[in-house]
């Protein structure tokens, strides 16, 4: 294990492992306006939503890491206190990247990137036409962090108004994840792109209060077969199955196996715990419980 001192290290090389290791990062395309109504567009990957009552997103334009200076947007904020926040899919992305160069303050990334600047509703700055998701802002805060290179500086936003476009809502009229295509920043030069080979989906325990780790029997627990992941899945039902119905499971599903291995009890338990991790990739956890369950149910 590389254990490491923020304090000092290099910031360069602080940064590089704090990007490298918090990822992958939701980006915040933000368009801003100065006072003289010179726009400006640019992603910054510090951000995310942190309310929905009131709607508040936070981003942070933090200090350029080679010179210190503030970002166009952070300047702008402070003197507009308005943006919009145009959310990134992979249609897009290289248009996205296009506008993080370091353009002088009176260009318009805009025109560089060849994306289309349409009018807010509520606000000064323009929205993203190509963005699937437009989120007009009023800033209520900046909140600086520190001074010079890296330091951060927190642009805390109330949503005001919420433009989606209508080719990625399902029939409920929700967004749809696999239609929105969204991307996200890791480390360096890296994006990861959140399609159908990507996702996979964890059911939340809204309601649902499972028995936990620690009410697993120890012999499952101590499985060099089973992996966190799957324990976490054990872990999650409510109730464990009875005993008439892990005797079921056993003389229907198990019967053959049973009988192979009658004799061979250590390898009879290894290949329990081997057809349980095959139901519990296909999230078929109560069959997976009674096929655990049924080696001590002998």
């Given amino acids: 294990m590389l254990t490491l001192e923020p304090k000092e290290l290099p910031i360069p090389k602080l940064h590089h492992y704090l990007l490298g290791a918090i990822g992958p990062r939701p980006i915040a395309f933000a368009s801003t306006i100065d006072e003289n109504g ?12 942190f309310s929905a009552n009131p709607p508040i997103l936070v981003f942070s334009p933090a200090n350029s890491g080679r010179t210190g200076k ?7 904020v402070k003197k507009v206190a308005e943006c919009v926040i ?11 990247s296009l506008c993080s160069s370091p353009y002088d303050i009176n260009i318009n990334e805009f025109e560089k990137s060849g994306l289309t600047p349409i009018p807010s509703e509520k606000v000064k700055p ?15 805060e900046v909140k600086e962090l520190g001074t010079g290179g890296g330091a951060g500086n927190l642009v805390i936003c109330e949503v005001i108004k919420i433009h989606i476009n209508k080719e990625i809502l399902d ?6 994840q696999h239609k929105i295509d969204l991307v996200s920043r890791m480390g360096g030069n890296w994006y ?5 080979d990507s996702m996979f989906e964890v059911e939340k325990p809204v309601t649902a209060i499972g028995i936990g780790y620690d009410n697993i029997p120890e012999d499952i627990r101590t499985s060099e077969i ?10 999650s039902v409510e109730t464990l199955p009875n005993e008439t119905d892990v005797n079921e499971h056993k003389l229907i599903e198990l019967s053959e196996l049973f009988v192979t291995l009658e004799d061979e009890p250590a390898k009879l338990e290894v290949e329990l715990h081997k057809l349980a991790k095959e139901y519990l990739a296909k999230n078929e956890i109560e069959a997976a419980w009674m096929t655990l369950l049924a080696f001590n149910n002998q």
């Fill in 86 to 96: 145009n959310i990134v899919n992979y249609d897009m992305v290289e248009q996205m």
């Fill in 192 to 196: 990861c792109r959140a399609n159908k």
């Fill in 126 to 140: 323009f929205r993203v036409k190509e963005s699937p998701v437009q989120l007009e802002c009023k800033v209520i």
């Fill in 70 to 76: 503030t970002k166009d947007t952070y300047e702008n």
């Fill in 226 to 235: 089973l992996t966190g992941n799957d324990f976490g899945k054990l872990g």
């Fill in 38 to 49: 010179t726009p400006n567009l640019a992603p910054f990957s510090f951000f995310n939503i």
């Fill in 171 to 176: 029939e409920n009229q929700m967004i749809d």
